[in-house]
């Protein structure tokens, strides 16, 4: 069973940058790293440049196990970003050939919007977006509350 690790930001931030291949982890962030049963770690998301008075928050995530994306996971990333920091969009950054990714994404309901040039002059991204309204109707977070005023 995977266990959540809380109030470890920097050590989640650097872990997850450096299976992305950047050399430093995101500075002024929360995260929630993903251990196994074992307390070895399995993925992290790290969530940065929050914006309270728009109600935006942006999300990075990284894994070297798919098993840290759980539906039990996706649920605390939701609870978190939108009962927690009351959030009225996620915003997540993808090179547009992480098809994998994408098709998960489409799965929990994010719009998508292509970024030609994202990721340098030859490498698009796409722009995905989650709503409050989106996470609420969708399929993960269905039986929990249905808006953050029901909490």
Same mark, same amino acid.
């Given at each position: 069973?995977?266990?959540?690790?809380y109030?470890?930001?920097?050590?989640?931030s650097r872990?997850?940058? +450096?299976?992305?291949?950047?050399?430093?982890?995101?500075?002024n962030? %929360?995260?929630?790293?993903?251990?196994?049963? #074992?307390g070895?770690?399995?993925?992290?998301?790290?969530?940065? +440049?929050? +914006?309270?008075?728009?109600?935006?928050?942006?999300?990075?995530?990284?894994?070297?196990?798919?098993?840290?994306?759980?539906?039990?996971?996706? %649920?605390?990333?939701?609870?978190?970003?939108?009962?927690?920091?009351?959030?009225?969009?996620?915003?997540?950054?993808?090179?547009?050939?992480?098809?994998?990714?994408?098709?998960?994404?489409?799965?929990?309901?994010?719009?998508f919007?292509?970024?030609?040039?994202?990721?340098?002059? *030859?490498?698009?991204?796409?722009?995905? #977006?989650?709503?409050?309204?989106?996470?609420? *109707?969708?399929?993960?977070?269905?039986?929990?509350? #249905?808006?953050k005023?029901?909490?």
């Amino acid at each position: 069973m995977i266990q959540f690790l809380y109030g470890q930001d920097e050590l989640v931030s650097r872990l997850v940058a +450096n299976l992305q291949g950047a050399e430093h982890g995101r500075r002024n962030c %929360k995260t929630i790293g993903v251990l196994d049963e #074992t307390g070895e770690f399995l993925g992290g998301a790290v969530f940065y +440049n929050w +914006n309270p008075e728009a109600g935006i928050i942006e999300i990075s995530a990284s894994a070297i196990s798919p098993r840290w994306l759980s539906r039990r996971t996706l %649920k605390r990333i939701g609870e978190f970003v939108f009962h927690e920091c009351e959030c009225q969009l996620l915003l997540v950054y993808l090179r547009a050939d992480h098809e994998r990714v994408l098709t998960l994404l489409a799965g929990l309901g994010f719009t998508f919007r292509l970024v030609p040039r994202l990721f340098g002059r *030859d490498l698009d991204g796409v722009l995905c #977006t989650l709503t409050d309204d989106e996470w609420f *109707d969708g399929r993960i977070s269905r039986g929990a509350h #249905t808006t953050k005023e029901a909490a």
